[in-house]
């Protein structure tokens, strides 16, 4: 007996440049095992037959979303600096004020483990009602090595407990601690945090703020190259406020993923596409700074698989990918095809998952159904959530 059997879909959005009208999903033991016009997959797989059968008759169905870069574990409320901002304080003055991260990172020192599982617990359940079904989630509100620890546990705990997948982050170089001189720290992080981190065992990336004020590229260096030492892959936040560097750095280091991008060069988009980096752009990031957006021209041209995430954290707090994706369409000027495919397969790509954010057969079985007849509602109903069904694994996780 198929386990699941999705059929009657307006749409089935395989890809930008597959698409099937009348479409029709078959699931069994969590994988995709039937994609196609909804006679011929219902012939081999009867709905009456299933035990769950979806009707999606007016609707679209799409791969789970991807949210290749979340910083979604925290505590405490920085919404004052939403307003800061807005009287035109910019972020680097915030921080410098002892606002912006540092000001979580004392929050987050203070809260409890199980305070901290619950915030993030709370998050995951808004991002699965809205079609997330795999998530990035980082540590680097601790800056020391008991909390980023403590953090990573929390991170490893979610992903036990909820059914979104969790993939953990370790950036223990997120920001220069109080009282604390950067390359100092940097090489704290390289010789005492990431050996804990390995020993650990949660952590399957390394990333870090390569950025003006923050981490020079030698410095980022220090600490990725660490990373690898001890197993963990590299990824880098680059060319988010200013051009440093740190995108080529991710090339050189061969990163999973290049982060934010919004002052990246033509030559940095070649050299990512050249070593298999995965570009990630953060449009929310540049709505709420006000900011101009990433351009994804370079990086297309260049033929590098693109990847756009929420950046859900204090400072730009949109847990949900549809509006990452109208951003990506409004902001970015992608097409709405394009946007989804980043948002699911590029996604996947920028996590080394590559069993995910597409529909085909031996895929795993993360599905959204979208009220709506195509891909196309989720950047267009941009004031709602256009989700109505989430299947994780096969299993209906979600339904509205």
Request: proline letters at 5%; aromatic letters at 2%.
């Given at each position: 007996?198929?386990?699941?059997?999705?059929?009657?879909?307006?749409?089935?959005?395989?890809?930008?440049?597959?698409?099937?009208?009348?479409?029709a999903v078959a699931v069994d033991d969590g994988r995709i095992v039937a994609v196609g016009p909804s006679d011929a997959v219902t012939r081999e797989h009867p709905p009456e037959n299933a035990e769950t059968a979806i009707d999606a008759s007016g609707r679209a169905v799409l791969p789970g979303f991807v949210d290749a870069h979340t910083h979604a574990l925290f505590a405490g409320d920085r919404a004052d600096e939403f307003a800061a901002k807005l009287r035109g304080e910019s972020y680097q003055d915030i921080l410098?004020?002892?606002?912006?991260?540092?000001?979580t990172v004392r929050a987050v020192r203070e809260a409890r483990s199980e305070e901290l599982l619950a915030?993030?617990?709370?998050?995951?359940?808004?991002?699965?009602?809205h079609g997330t079904t795999t998530v990035e989630v980082k540590s680097g509100y601790g800056l020391d090595?008991?909390?980023?620890?403590?953090?990573?546990?929390v991170v490893a705990r979610a992903d036990d407990a909820h059914p979104v997948d969790v993939v953990p982050t370790f950036m223990g170089a997120h920001a220069v601690p109080e009282g604390r001189e950067a390359g100092a720290y940097a090489t704290e992080v390289a010789t005492?945090?990431?050996?804990?981190?390995?020993?650990?065992g949660v952590a399957e990336f390394c990333d870090v703020f390569c950025e003006e004020g923050v981490f020079t590229v030698e410095q980022s260096r220090e600490v990725l190259e660490?990373?690898?030492?001890?197993?963990?892959?590299?990824k880098v936040h680059a060319e988010e406020l200013a051009h440093v560097g740190g995108a080529r750095l991710a090339a050189e280091v061969g990163a999973t993923s290049a982060d934010h991008l919004l002052h990246a060069t033509r030559e940095d988009a070649a050299a990512l596409a050249d070593a298999g980096v995965t570009p990630v752009f953060l449009p929310g990031t540049a709505f709420g700074l006000g900011a101009e957006y990433a351009d994804p021209d370079p990086f297309v041209a260049a033929d590098a698989p693109v990847a756009v995430a929420t950046d859900f954290n204090p400072n730009c707090y949109a847990r949900g990918m549809g509006f990452?994706?109208?951003?990506?369409?409004?902001?970015?000027?992608?097409?709405?095809?394009?946007?989804?495919?980043?948002?699911?397969?590029?996604?996947?790509?920028?996590?080394?998952?590559?069993?995910r954010g597409t529909l085909e057969p031996g895929a795993r079985a993360d599905l959204v159904v979208v009220e709506g007849p195509?891909?196309?509602?989720?950047?267009?109903t941009f004031g709602t959530n256009a989700v109505d069904v989430v299947v994780k694994d096969g299993e209906v996780v979600h339904a509205r």
């Open positions: 007996m198929t386990r699941t059997v999705l059929y009657d879909a307006s749409e089935v959005f395989c890809g930008p440049d597959e698409r099937i009208e009348d479409g410098v004020a002892g606002g912006g991260i540092l000001r915030n993030l617990r709370s998050h995951l359940d808004v991002m699965l009602a090595t008991e909390t980023e620890l403590r953090m990573l546990d005492e945090q990431v050996p804990a981190v390995a020993e650990q660490a990373g690898l030492d001890h197993g963990l892959a590299p990452a994706v109208t951003l990506a369409c409004v902001g970015m000027g992608m097409t709405p095809a394009d946007a989804v495919a980043a948002a699911t397969r590029g996604g996947a790509r920028a996590l080394g998952r590559d069993d195509s891909h196309v509602h989720v950047p267009y």
